[in-house]
């Protein structure tokens, strides 16, 4: 069965830098569009950053512009997603997902998710 593994959350203080990797298993991972998504507590999941099949197109949430960057490595079926100058506002749980359509934006496009992983930024 398909799964998707996110690991190397963690605590960090405010202007830290953490990566987060998502191992995708039980599925062709080059033909999957991949997002990065986070929810807070109390708020709905919003979408972060998405990378396209090939990692040539990404886009980012204007809230991360900047300061995050997506990746893929199709030859180890992972996603990346570095994180720098952290601010306690980007604690949350960060989700990967996987998407076979062309319209990545929206949140239902998207196939497969992972468990999550929590990122916790102080001040």
């Known amino acids: 069965q398909v799964q998707l593994v996110e690991s190397g959350g963690g605590l960090v203080q405010a202007g830290g830098s953490l990566t987060l990797s998502c191992l995708a298993s039980?599925?062709?991972?080059?033909?999957?569009?991949m997002g990065w998504f986070r929810q807070a507590l109390g708020k709905e999941r919003e979408l972060v950053a998405v990378i396209r099949r090939s990692g040539g197109m990404r886009d980012y949430a204007d809230s991360v512009k900047g300061r995050f960057t997506a990746s893929r490595d199709n030859a180890r079926n992972t996603v990346y997603l570095q994180m720098n100058s952290l601010k306690p506002e980007d604690t949350a749980v960060y989700y990967c997902?996987?998407?076979?359509?062309?319209?990545?934006?929206?949140?239902?496009?998207?196939?497969?998710w992972g468990q999550g992983t929590q990122v916790t930024v102080s001040s």
């Open positions: 997902a996987a998407s076979s359509y062309s319209d990545v934006y929206y949140r239902a496009r998207y196939d497969y």
């Open positions: 039980g599925l062709t991972f080059s033909t999957y569009h």
